[in-house]
């Protein structure tokens, strides 16, 4: 079961409305390794990462994460959808960091990173809270873990949000420009723990425009753009000599 990938995308297709933003994407993401995906605003890369944890319904292909049809099961030779507690029970696998935090900002850094564990894993309190400063001290916020959002920086929530995900102990990470809405002084943190994370064998498909993390921390690279998967292989393969004009472009505005 080794080869089995932790995602494999298969044939996606998306439209919302007129306008069809995944036009057949397929990608294998083996367990382990780190995709970064690129491309121009409005490429897909946000919706295709949604499509994964299917916050985003599809309209044809399939999306597989730890060996499970997302969002089907297959019975009799058909496709059901599932119940949509088993689909929960799937999202649960499946972290995700956006641009933009969202931590609750009424409850302390300890708090945010407790409260999946306890409501949704039921995990004791005392348990949780443990892990909770345990996970806080792996994104190095140790020494915050009783400040609320508003009293962290752009960098410490972000790096709570992180914790947060992984105290639902997930198979697979994924992360949406986490630090797009970042002050420049602050990127460098946020992808330090996401290189450590990486280091840990951590799966993830990451969609950034930090080139240099993608060069370092990528197992492989993938170019969106309109809706498809223009061009991937080895990160330092691409981006040496990238094949389409079309990546050449978007390099040189990425810098
Ligand atoms: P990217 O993340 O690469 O910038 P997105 O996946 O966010 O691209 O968006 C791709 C295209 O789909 C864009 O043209 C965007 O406006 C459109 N889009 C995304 N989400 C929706 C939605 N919920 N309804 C309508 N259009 C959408
Ligand atoms: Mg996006």
Redesign the pocket.
């Given at each position: 079961m080794n080869e089995r990938p932790m995602v494999r995308i298969q044939s996606v297709r998306k439209r919302?409305?007129p306008?069809e933003?995944l036009k057949g994407v397929s990608l294998d993401v083996p367990a382990g390794e780190v995709v970064c995906v690129v491309?121009?605003?409005?490429?897909?890369?946000?919706?295709?990462l949604?499509c994964v944890n299917r916050l985003?319904t599809i309209d044809s292909g399939r999306v597989w994460v730890n060996g499970e049809l997302m969002g089907y099961e297959e019975r009799g030779g058909r496709l059901h959808a599932l119940r949509p507690a088993e689909l929960c029970r799937q999202r649960r696998g499946i972290g995700m960091v956006f641009q933009r935090f969202h931590l609750f900002p009424h409850r302390t850094a300890l708090e945010n990173v407790m409260e999946g564990p306890v409501t949704v894993l039921r995990t004791p309190a005392a348990r949780a809270r443990r892990e909770a400063g345990e996970l806080l001290d792996r994104v190095g916020l140790a020494d915050r873990a009783h400040h609320y959002p508003a009293q962290l920086s752009g960098g410490q929530q972000q790096r709570v949000a992180i914790a947060r995900s992984l105290a639902m102990r997930p198979h697979l990470m994924l992360f949406?420009?986490p630090t797009s809405a970042l002050d420049p002084e602050l990127v460098q943190e946020v992808l330090a723990v996401m290189r450590d994370l990486a280091a840990s064998g951590m799966t993830m498909m990451v969609?950034t425009h930090e080139m240099a993390f993608a060069r370092e921390v990528g197992d492989q690279l993938v170019f969106?753009d309109h809706?498809v998967v223009l061009e991937r292989g080895h990160p330092r393969e691409v981006l040496t000599a990238p094949r389409h004009e079309r990546l050449r472009a978007f390099l040189g505005q990425v810098g």
């Open positions: 919302f409305g306008l933003v491309g121009p605003s409005g490429s897909g890369k946000s919706t295709l949604r985003e949406d420009e969609v969106m809706g």
